[in-house]
């Protein structure tokens, strides 16, 4: 069964008897300026400190997803525009970077953090025009949390006998990075800042459908006047990622995105020296107990999975509630989803913005299907959607079976599966029942069920009574085929040092 929450039913909740009056409700639109953004028409490769031509010529479309217009256009990396990339990040190693004063380094990266600070207006304008989501997302959270990374690792830098007390640090190499979509320029400092804190010189990899902040990244790093060749960035798709990845002269793989391309990842480096970690999918479950405040959990609720479209590898995409207050948390959360504003991804007052693709939207259409043929009951807030551009209503199921595909697979868009629990051990058990194991949330009054409860679930970040919170200093990280690895704080640096 289907039901959907019309605009006029939340109207009617919220200010009773004005329901018709839309005065009261609306937002007046409040757009932010994209008056003082830059986007060039046309993008090159960043090698050696420079910007060049693609080998093969050949340049491919980046669009804005909420209105399908073209932006710009990036060049498209083949496998020999890696070898010379691959070339000049190992002659910087050999000649510059490795040798270099580790406080010299550090100035670097502050250089890149505060650039990053400075131009932070146009580059959360330019993420949430070329992903899709809202911009007081891309404003508040990821352009401030990718200064923070660069700030955070650029403190590391000289200070690396401190991380790794009575051993000898020595950096890897030349680093092959492979970033997603979800979180285009944040993902590029999680991956950039503690490779050059630790001495290693970088090919960068962003995702085919979020490429501009990232070349414009390239332009910050060239003001910053990092030493050519330290950090390259090649702008393509799987293919450019796979010939990173096969690359003899890469000594590290580090890759965040789907556990298939993951996994492919690892057949192809098996046998090889290359070091490796991988940040994959996740299923997080979202634990509620009965002695939990409710509405702050509903909130964590939204927080965690309708927020930033659902495109969030740890988002609560599995709520468990305890069976004694389901009726009052499926009220509450079909209440609050009814007022989440769906829309233009400039304007300030937006929710949720645009899904990053058509190819993801069909996904994410194709599971809330296969939902609906296995009997799950689906809510959905019915809104007026633009009429350009890829969009998905925020929508849950209730009555989803652990075994639905709904329950199991990564969806990746505004859509949460409720399911119930009746004590702590059914919650483990079902929470843990997963191929994923990346986050989780917990939400009780109680201390000690909350350590009981971490210390059973298997997933690498646990949030307790509050839900997708970031630090620099904290690592992050998945179990089983979340991947391995940890990101952030001075586990970060681990996989970018090698150790005697
Ligand atoms: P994806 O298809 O796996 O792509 C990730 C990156 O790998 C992209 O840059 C992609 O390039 C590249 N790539 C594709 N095929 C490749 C190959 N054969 N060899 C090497 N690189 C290849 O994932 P996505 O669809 O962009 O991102 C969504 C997924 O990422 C979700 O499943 C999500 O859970 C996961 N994710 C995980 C984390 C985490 O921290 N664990 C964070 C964010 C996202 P193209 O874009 O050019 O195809
Ligand atoms: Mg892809």
């Known amino acids: 069964m289907t039901t959907t ?3 006029l039913e939340t109207r009617e909740r919220l200010q009773p008897g004005l329901a018709s009056s839309s005065m009261l409700w609306e937002y007046a639109p409040s757009l932010e300026s994209t008056d003082h953004v830059r986007v060039a028409p046309r993008y090159e490769l960043f090698i050696g400190g420079k910007f060049v031509e693609p080998h093969s010529g050949k340049y491919f479309e980046t669009i804005n997803p909420a209105t399908e217009e073209r932006l710009s256009e990036v060049a498209e990396a083949d496998a020999e525009d890696v070898d010379r990339a691959v070339k000049e990040a190992r002659r910087a190693y050999e000649k510059v970077w490795r040798k270099i004063a580790p406080s010299e380094r550090a100035k670097y990266i502050f250089r ?25 997302e891309s404003r508040d959270i990821d352009i401030p949390l990718a200064a923070a990374h660069f700030f955070y690792y650029a403190g590391w830098a000289d200070k690396l006998e401190y991380a790794f007390p009575n051993r000898n640090v020595a950096p890897v190499g030349v680093a092959g990075q492979i970033i997603p979509w979800n979180f285009p320029l944040l993902m590029a400092a999680w991956k950039l800042a503690p490779a050059l ?31 050519p060749g330290v950090v390259n960035i090649l702008t393509g798709a799987g293919g450019t990622g796979a010939a990173l990845v096969a690359h003899p002269d890469v000594d590290k793989i580090a890759f965040t995105g789907s556990t298939d391309v993951g996994k492919r990842i690892q057949r192809a480096i098996a046998g090889t020296k290359k070091k490796l970690t991988l940040e994959l999918g996740g299923k997080a479950p979202n634990i509620i107990f009965e002695d939990a405040p409710l509405d702050q959990a509903v909130e964590g609720i939204i927080n965690g999975i309708y927020f930033n479209q659902g495109h969030v590898c740890c988002a609560g995409s599995r709520l468990f509630v305890q069976e004694s207050v389901v009726e009052p948390i499926i009220r509450k959360l079909r209440e609050r989803i009814g007022t989440l504003r769906v829309g233009n991804p400039l304007d300030k007052n937006t929710d949720v913005g645009a899904i990053n693709s058509r190819a993801q939207l069909e996904k994410i259409r194709e599971l809330v299907d296969s939902g609906v043929e296995e009997g799950a009951e689906m809510v959905q807030t019915q809104c007026t959607l633009p009429s350009r551009g890829f969009w998905f209503a925020p929508t849950f199921f209730t009555g989803v079976s652990q075994s639905s595909r ?9 859509v949460l599966s409720v399911l119930t629990f ?79």
Request: net charge neutral; aromatic share 6%; proline share 7%.
């Open 5 to 7: 929450i019309t605009e």
């Open 112 to 136: 890149i953090a505060r650039l990053i600070q400075e131009k932070s207006r146009a580059l959360a304008v330019v993420e949430t025009m070329n992903g899709g989501k809202p911009i007081k």
């Open 197 to 227: 804190a630790a001495g290693n010189t970088i090919v960068l990899k962003p995702a085919e459908t979020t490429p501009l902040t990232a070349m414009l990244l390239a332009e910050i790093i060239q003001e910053a006047e990092l030493p």
């Open 406 to 414: 709904i329950a199991q697979e990564e969806i990746f868009g505004p």
């Open 422 to 500: 009746r004590s702590p051990e059914e919650a483990l058990e079902k929470a843990n029942n997963t191929p994923y194991g990346l986050s989780a949330g917990v939400w009780t009054e109680k201390g000690s069920r909350i350590l009981k409860m971490a210390a059973k679930l298997r997933a690498g970040v646990i949030w307790a009574n509050t839900y997708n919170k970031f630090d620099p200093a904290s690592p992050f990280g998945g179990y089983k085929e979340s991947g391995f690895g940890r990101e952030g704080g001075i586990h970060g640096l681990g996989p970018y040092v090698t150790l005697s």
